[in-house]
């Protein structure tokens, strides 16, 4: 569509010049393979690690009053725990303020700046099913898909240390409800985040070659804009479509 629109221009001569083709050395293949492999575990990782730090700092602050008390107050219990069994009374009055702390740490992530990031731009999400922190993930996945599964990791409060395969991550998404109390989570949903992720630009490395190979930010920014559209309007067509014909 770009070709026969804005980019019309008539094609390019392709020349290309063709090595002469060899059977592949084994231990050249092997060799080939894990340094390409490893570079980018190397560059992946670097990546992820360094967002997942960011994202930590913005879920963790400002810190609430209330969020700081229940840390002073979870240590002060830690240390005058008695080295022997616990009477029943006490295991029931731990229980009641885990619960709580849960609940405060859901809302210390809901007003910190990662959550208020989230919550503003969750209007323009919600038409594609999305809630606030989903729209969390979004935006760290900008600068590498990668880290989506950190990101979830750190807003449902699970560790940031889980992969895709955790049941504790699986079990939070699951369990995850709307102010409503319908689950945040559907096939539906699911599906139109698989949709919005195949068409979205989200890797700041490629943004950063195609600035270094045309030597202007026009391009890369069109390039992000233009598929950010195309990821929204599929999106919005893939959830809205699917709630017109009946599923969830």
């Known amino acids: 569509m770009l070709k026969h629109t804005i980019l019309k221009a008539p094609p390019p001569p392709l020349v290309l010049e063709l090595p002469p083709y060899r059977v592949p050395n084994f231990l050249t293949l092997v060799q080939t393979i894990w340094s390409r492999a490893w570079l980018f575990v190397r560059r992946a990782g670097t990546v992820i690690l360094a967002i997942s730090i960011i994202l930590w700092v913005l879920v963790t602050f400002p810190r609430s009053h209330a969020t700081a008390n229940q840390s002073t107050l979870g240590a002060e219990t830690a240390q005058q725990k008695p080295q022997g069994g616990q009477p029943e009374g006490e295991a029931a009055s731990a229980s009641n303020q885990n619960g709580q702390g849960s609940e405060e740490t859901s809302e210390q992530i809901r007003n910190s700046f990662a959550g208020r990031a ?8 919600a038409p594609l099913g999305f809630d606030w922190k989903m729209g969390i993930g979004l935006i760290s996945s900008f600068a590498a ?4 599964v ?12 889980e992969d895709e395969g955790s049941p504790s991550l699986i079990d939070a998404v ?4 709307r102010p409503d109390g319908t689950p945040a989570w559907t096939p539906l ?3 139109s985040m698989m949709v919005f ?11 950063a070659v195609v600035r270094r190979e045309t030597n202007s930010w026009r391009w890369p920014l069109f390039m992000v804009g233009y598929m950010l559209v195309l990821a929204y309007i599929a999106s919005l067509i893939t959830f809205q479509g699917g709630r017109l014909l009946g599923f969830t």
């Open 118 to 125: 989230g919550r503003f731009i969750e209007p323009v999400i």
């Open 145 to 148: 898909r990668e880290t989506l």
């Open 150 to 161: 950190s990101t979830f990791s750190i807003v449902y409060n699970v560790g940031s240390d």
């Open 174 to 177: 699951r369990n995850a409800r």
């Open 189 to 191: 949903v699911a599906v």
């Open 197 to 207: 992720f195949v068409l979205a630009c989200q890797c700041m490395s490629t943004v």
